[in-house]
């Protein structure tokens, strides 16, 4: 089994290490799993802008998620509830100042021989219902289409800019789809998300797999509900359009199992905004 790293904060990115071969300190780069969600050495810095978790929409957030997540089943009045407390969480709450929202450049971010630009992921919380956490995305930069199996995730645009391109199985293919064989599919979403729109939701059943691509410096809050665990069969897949692509909503297309990208590269960073706890 791999050990799952934790790193800061996963949809939040929670990878699994290779045993195969040393990890590097802080710096996830083509590890064998894309996941949301870890646990990291915070800083003890701390902003005099920042709210105290009792004070928090952030933590109002993680009580609204977490209660929907006790829950039998997530209906579309729960899932509206934690859109809205999660349209409510402030910048500055995150730990980005508030008079730019790109807040501080990271030394050593650039892209490295052979890899795509990294993507930079800041864990929040994360326990066996809830993960959320924060990812960053330098323009031009991809994470690659990948699955959320049994899962629903939030996702909002805090700064910036994304291309999302999301898609359902087509009747009978998920069974196939891990096969390495190619499964049909529909493309559901192919739209470009800023942040002004509200937070997008997928769910078990509705573009359960998708891709940002980032046209801008870009920043995004991701709420997962459950988070990825492969022991209990919710591992992360990776996949690829087999030629012809879809060009519209609602065409269908085939989508191969693929191993992670050699070019996807994830580094985590400390995350310095509100805490949360329960």
Known sequence: MHRLLRIP????LGILANPRRPTI???ICSSNRLMFGWAWPFSKRRDSTTATASQSQLQNLLN??????RSEDISRESTDE???????????????????????SVPGSGAQPGRGLPIEYQHIFEDQLVSIGVFKLPAGSTIPLHNHPGMHVWSRILY??????????????RSSSRSGK?????????QTVDSEQSPSLLTPSDSNLH??????????LDVLIPPYNPRGGRDCAYYEEVPPAADTVGAECNLRCIPEPADFCCVGRAYRGTRVQL
Request: hydrophobic share 45%; charged share 15%.
């Open 211 to 220: 891709q940002f691509t980032a046209a801008a410096d870009t920043a995004i």
């Open 64 to 69: 609204v998620a977490h209660s929907v997540a």
């Open 160 to 173: 910036g800019r994304i291309n999302l391109r999301a898609f359902d199985w087509a009747s009978g293919s």
């Open 182 to 190: 190619p499964a049909a599919a529909v493309l559901s979403r192919d």
């Open 9 to 12: 904060g996963t949809p939040c």
């Open 82 to 104: 934690i859109a809205a407390a999660m349209a409510n969480v402030p910048l500055y709450e995150l730990g980005f100042d508030q008079h730019s929202s790109r807040g501080p």
């Open 25 to 27: 300190p802080n710096t």
